[in-house]
């Protein structure tokens, strides 16, 4: 880091500083200088040798939607299910702006939500942009929910009791598939985890000034990933599946856990859109992660709050099961 300290550079806490003292002095440039390829081979997490969560079954998965062939992971617990019948599933949808992001950046945070809640985990490899722009991602996110849906008694799994997740990106993916459920009168997920989710194109927050230059994302590289997911021919003509703030209604939705970062630019818009379920009568349990920034949730064995974040969806998708 310069020797002049941000603003909020008080309120990290000691491992939020450490890796952002990391990610200083690797990404010389910010993402959208860097462009969509030179930014995916920079920032590609490699799998680990070993799990940090061992698990006895990990599949991995094609799946036929629309658009072709996707693939994905599914992480079965060790152990029994967390009640009588087949397993419950949470769909977990992966963050990087609609641009970044891959099966294996998530591997050890889907390993450690399915060993902590005794629910399977179904991590998809959707469709990134700019090469494939808005609404190419949700249109796989909904097959593959539908995909889910069809195929669970062959897996072992609840068709009943799945649930839809994400962080960042991720985030925004799951709020828009279970908009875009409720709207067509389809069967909709059991839950929604939303980790700092992506659900306005206003940028009009508090927080998009106050942590315009937070670490790993900024408000301008914000911006830049908005773009490339929306691409030009949307432009001007985003609506509420693209922008889940733009609903005139959030009725109807699932129950909904939403987890923010203190630092993070997106911080305010997904503790509003938060409020707005409450306020529209959907059962909403909203976290602030004190200390930390944007993407600490995935960084597992990084951030102490990354553990306690992770034991907190274990708890919801636990509660979940047991209702």
Not at 117 to 130: I, K, Q, T
Not at 218 to 235: K, L, M, N
Request: proline residues 8%; negative net charge.
């Amino acid at each position: 880091m310069n020797e002049a300290k941000p603003p909020y550079w008080e309120r990290l806490d000691p491992d939020a500083r450490s890796v952002a003292r990391f990610v200083a002095e690797t990404l010389k440039r910010p993402v959208r200088e860097l462009g969509a390829e030179a930014a995916r081979k920079l920032l590609a997490t490699p799998p680990h040798e070993q799990p940090l969560t061992p698990l006895d079954q990990v599949e991995s998965l094609t799946l036929a939607t629309r658009s072709g062939q996707l693939r994905a992971r599914l992480y079965h617990p060790d152990g029994p299910p967390p009640a009588a019948g087949p397993r419950p599933a949470l769909v977990y949808l992966h963050g990087g702006g609609f641009v970044l992001g891959t099966l294996d950046g998530v591997d050890e945070v889907c390993r450690a939500i399915a060993a902590r809640s005794g629910w399977a985990v179904f991590s998809l490899e959707y469709r990134l942009a700019p090469e494939n722009p808005y609404p190419a991602a949700l249109d796989d996110c909904f097959d593959a929910f539908a995909w889910l849906r069809r195929s669970a008694p062959g897996l072992g799994l609840d068709r009943h009791t799945i649930a839809v997740g994400g962080d960042s990106a991720g985030g925004n993916l799951a709020a828009a598939l279970c908009l875009k459920l409720r709207d067509l009168g389809l069967a909709r997920p059991a839950a929604q985890v939303l980790v700092y989710p992506a659900v306005d194109d206003a940028f009009a927050t508090a927080s998009w000034t106050e942590f315009a230059d937070a670490p790993v994302l900024t408000s301008g590289d914000a911006r830049w990933f908005w773009e490339q997911y929306i691409g030009p021919d949307h432009a001007g003509e985003v609506d509420h599946y693209a922008a889940p703030m733009r609903a005139a209604s959030l009725r109807d939705l699932p129950p909904a856990l939403v987890l923010t970062a203190e630092v993070d630019p997106l911080r305010d818009d997904a503790e509003a859109y938060a409020e707005r379920l409450r306020r529209d009568g959907v059962e909403v349990t909203l976290t602030r992660c004190a200390g930390v920034f944007h993407g600490f949730f995935t960084e597992v064995g990084v951030f102490a709050r990354t553990d306690e974040a992770i034991a907190q969806v274990a708890r919801h998708l636990r509660g979940i099961a047991a209702a």
